[in-house]
């Protein structure tokens, strides 16, 4: 049972390019969360997705796109990469029982932009 | 606006007890989560408060005072393996966002 995995692990490229960071999942969560963490801003979120084809845009949006064709995937797309959005992205999903709201985090992509 | 405050390190001692707060303001409010984060690796859940008290899971237990806007995170025995940084995060009310404070970074010494 892999969970949630996350693609590439890491990835280094330039300004200006765009780049496609994958998210799987095989619990079929209903939500998916994309976070970047940066020292100093901790876990930021980026947009989230409560089921297929539903987005919505977190506390730093500006520069990244997300589509959900289907609940298992949620790619996030950076159109064109700038310097600030070198960072460790993180792909989570969460259930929606009413006895937790509990996140299960990907192992993360570290992105570089040089 | 949105804000979660943590102490930004801690050292604590092999066998020793450390708390660690959280105080945090925000827009509503629907639960408060703690998360583990070992270097290098991903978060990993630890506690769940929604409600007003102490939960306690072995050796880790968390409080929570609504009225506050005030958690900790209690670590007891603690081992070598508890030297990670420790998330405190808020989740609004009627949504699933997520705000995450900036982590708290331990370090259990033998």
């Known amino acids: 049972d892999a969970g949630i995995t996350q693609s590439p692990r890491y990835k280094i490229t330039e300004t200006g390019r765009q780049v496609t960071l994958m998210c799987h999942q095989t619990?079929?969560?209903?939500?998916m969360f994309w976070y970047r963490q940066d020292l100093g801003h901790g876990l930021r979120l980026i947009y989230y997705?409560?089921?297929?084809?539903?987005?919505d845009k977190g506390e730093v949006p500006d520069g990244y796109v997300v589509s959900r064709s289907k609940t298992e995937n949620f790619p996030l797309t950076l159109e064109s990469a700038t310097r600030s959005q070198t960072s460790v992205y993180f792909c989570?999903?969460?259930?929606?029982?009413?006895?937790?709201?509990?996140?299960?985090f990907g192992p993360g992509t570290r992105l570089t932009v040089t | 606006g949105q804000n979660i405050d943590q102490p930004t390190e801690m050292t604590a001692t092999e066998g020793a007890i450390v708390q660690i707060n959280c105080t945090y303001q925000?827009?509503?409010?629907?639960?408060l989560f703690w998360y583990q984060q070992h270097a290098g690796e991903a978060p990993t859940f630890l506690s769940y408060?929604?409600?007003?008290g102490l939960e306690e899971k072995g050796r880790f237990s968390s409080f929570l005072s609504r009225s506050k806007g005030y958690s900790y995170l209690l670590l007891k025995e603690l081992q070598m393996k508890d030297s990670a940084s420790y998330l405190c995060?808020?989740?609004?009310?009627?949504?699933?966002?997520?705000?995450f404070g900036t982590g708290t970074r331990l370090k259990v010494l033998a």
């Open positions: 925000t827009s509503g409010f629907n639960g």
């Open positions: 619990w079929s969560h209903s939500y």
């Open positions: 408060n929604v409600l007003d």
């Open positions: 997705s409560a089921a297929a084809d539903i987005t």
């Open positions: 995060a808020v989740r609004g009310s009627g949504t699933y966002k997520y705000i």
């Open positions: 989570a999903t969460s259930v929606t029982s009413a006895s937790s709201y509990e996140q299960y």
